[in-house]
């Protein structure tokens, strides 16, 4: 079956440090996106891509950055991971032209 | 104010009541809406998408009022296994593909 994955569903890092939580999904979408999700602030969305080479900022991309070398891949890299960026990461994709989009398990981040 | 706004809850309910939850948004031209069922520390899972006409889907009613910039669901007969947040994201226009959440309403079915 089709589907979207996140690796790795945990991890523990160091302030400072550059940090990648990979996203792959295997529907063909083109359009990919990561939002964060934290307590009292729901799901914000980080960037987003509609396409190979496409990558755009959402409402909370400072300190992040994100490339879309293939279809199935929208890798999420936190330059120099701070505590402000312990959340729980969640990717989507859904199919180009349409807004149902399809999330993956999650990864739970903490910047110690 | 948030685009989209959702009482947090918790809703608490005996099993087998009814239960609604609305969802504002701000943009009167919002194109497409819909609502997404979140099980704790797990991922949102689409419910069910919001026509303009209403649509059911079992125990699940959803409505959506372009007038009040509101969108509804409606639970009847709740489970146990109801017990969730939900969420409602909207496609606000000029916004492309993206959805925007709303914070989510947490709803806590009784036995």
């Known amino acids: 079956d089709a589907e979207i994955t996140q690796s790795p569903r945990h991890k523990i890092t160091e302030t400072g440090r550059q940090v990648t939580l990979a996203c792959h999904q295997t529907?063909?979408?083109?359009?990919m996106f990561w939002y964060r999700q934290d307590l009292g602030h729901g799901l914000r969305l980080i960037h987003y891509s509609y396409g190979v080479q496409d990558t755009n900022k959402g409402e909370v991309s400072d300190g992040y950055s994100v490339s879309r070398s293939n279809t199935e891949d929208l890798p999420l890299t936190l330059e120099s991971a701070a505590s402000s960026q312990t959340s729980v990461y969640f990717c989507?994709?859904?199919?180009?032209?349409?807004?149902?989009?399809?999330f993956g398990q999650g990864t739970r981040l903490t910047v110690v | 104010r948030k685009e989209v706004e959702q009482d947090p809850g918790p809703f608490n309910v005996p099993e087998g009541a009814t239960v609604a939850f609305n969802c504002t948004y701000s943009n009167s031209a919002s194109q497409s809406f819909f609502w997404y069922r979140q099980d704790c520390r797990k991922e949102p899972k689409l419910l069910m998408s919001v026509y303009s006409s209403g649509n059911e889907d079992g125990r699940f009613t959803a409505q959506l009022n372009r007038a009040s910039q509101y969108i509804s669901l409606l639970i009847r007969d709740s489970k146990l296994s109801d017990s969730a947040t939900y969420l409602c994201?909207?496609?606000?226009?000029?916004?492309?593909?993206?959805?925007?959440f709303g914070g989510g309403t947490r709803l806590m079915v009784k036995p």
């Open positions: 989507a994709s859904s199919v180009s032209g349409q807004t149902e989009a399809f």
């Open positions: 529907w063909n979408h083109n359009n």
């Open positions: 994201a909207v496609n606000l226009v000029n916004a492309g593909n993206m959805l925007t």
